[in-house]
């Protein structure tokens, strides 16, 4: 399913993977796996502001008005997410190396995937010497949302060529060089911050690393002419062009915050119509910030619980992370996502969506790393415990 969000041209191919590979296993072995359930600290942890934002369908405005979505319609991705929560538990147990298949399997895909978008967009570029901002070739083309899925991929690979091994190594700087290529022409802010600490990560590790040094005449000309290039083409800093991004989310914060201050405590509720206006003209969107997004819709109870997730959910990565080391590109995946969408994100419950790969996919492999952590940090205390109570005699042969 997370490979999906880089190849299927709608989100309508990335629900169908769940819909059958998820939402259905996970529905049919949950009466037998009810013990998963515990502790019930993380289940609340993941679903609390869900549960929330649910709620507060009820003092919504009437469905008419909201486009006429149901209760029901709104409230269906809680159980979505519930059910994604209970199949990473019920997975990441049977099979511990899952996280780092999943990056690796991820940087391949992206590899593909860029390529074709690069062979899509370049001869056209070339030939008529118009550069528009690129977009990837899944997620209906949505330019900011395809090259944040690259710039996290730089990470991705950054990591692998540090751990990964000779094998990947080629694969892995290819897969590094197209990502870049496409943060890069697509002139968005967050994929462009993700690839370049990506790239300053790469430099700052080949110093130490005699395997790794070795490629750097290989990769550093790439990494310096790449960002050069671009300069000397379009007469940009990468960071300055387009300065109406910045202006027009400043504009959107602006009406959102004012929309939170007429119902500051509990929000409008989940399904109101409550729409934008930019230069004049209606805007029918979300607020590109979810946690603005669902301070208008929940409130400041909805926005308080959606932050003390994240702050929660910082402490528990941190400890998990003292524990198992692999699971640093995942918390890397979740910070870029949040950072993300904090420039791009609606109120986070919505049905299989880009919010889902930017946040609730790594935030739920966290917590559920965490709670295999624990229970494999419980049965080892457990198994020390019962070998000290034996007679030294036995306590030998064990």
């Known amino acids: 399913m997370c490979g999906g969000f880089y190849f299927f041209p709608d989100y309508g191919g990335i629900a169908r993977v769940f819909y059958l590979l998820v939402l259905l296993p996970a529905v049919l072995v949950s009466p037998f ?16 502001p869900l549960c929330y934002l649910a709620l507060s369908t009820s003092w919504a405005m009437s469905a008419e008005v909201s486009g006429g979505r149901s209760v029901w319609y709104l409230c269906k991705p809680l159980l979505f997410l519930a059910a994604l929560f209970l199949a990473i538990n019920l997975v990441l147990p049977r099979c511990a190396r899952l996280p780092e298949a999943l990056i690796q399997s991820l940087s391949v895909v992206a590899l593909v995937t860029g390529i074709i978008a690069l062979y899509q967009y370049l001869p056209t570029a070339i030939a008529t010497g118009k550069w528009p901002r690129m977009a990837g070739i899944s997620l209906r083309a949505d330019i900011n949302v395809t090259a944040a899925l690259y710039g996290i991929n730089c990470l991705f690979c950054v990591w692998g060529l540090l751990h990964w091994g000779d094998r990947w190594r080629w694969l892995l700087v290819a897969s590094l060089l197209v990502s ?93 119509p409550l729409g934008f206006e930019l230069r004049g ?62 420039t791009n994100g609606q109120q986070p419950l919505v ?33 020390n415990r019962e070998i000290i109570s034996l007679p030294p005699a036995d306590r030998a042969g064990s």
Not at 289 to 312: I, K
Not at 320 to 338: H, M, S
Request: charged share 15%; glycine share 6%.
């Open 33 to 48: 796996c009810l013990s998963r359930l515990h502790p019930l600290s993380h289940w609340a942890l993941f679903l609390l």
């Open 180 to 272: 870049l290529a496409l943060a890069l022409l697509s002139r968005s802010k967050v994929p462009l911050i993700c690839a370049l600490c990506a790239c300053g990560w790469l430099v700052w590790a080949s110093l130490g690393r005699d395997s790794l040094r070795r490629l750097l005449p290989w990769i550093l000309p790439a990494l310096l002419v790449l960002p050069l290039a671009y300069f000397i083409y379009f007469e940009r800093v990468p960071f300055l062009d387009r300065p109406e991004g910045y202006s027009l989310r400043l504009e959107l914060w602006s009406q959102a915050f004012a929309q939170a201050a007429s119902h500051p405590w509990f929000g409008h509720g989940l399904g109101s």
């Open 281 to 342: 003209k209606p805007f029918d969107s979300h607020a590109h910030n979810f946690v603005l997004d669902t301070l208008r819709y929940g409130g400041a109870v909805g926005a308080s619980l959606l932050l003390l997730q994240m702050l929660s959910a910082a402490v528990i990565i941190r400890r998990l992370l003292r524990r198992n080391r692999e699971y640093i590109p995942v918390a890397l995946w979740w910070l870029a996502g949040v950072l993300f969408l904090l």
């Open 351 to 383: 049905k299989p969506h880009h919010t889902w790969f930017f946040y609730w996919l790594p935030l739920a492999f966290l917590l559920a790393g965490d709670l295999q952590s624990r229970a494999g940090s419980t049965q080892a205390a457990a198994k």
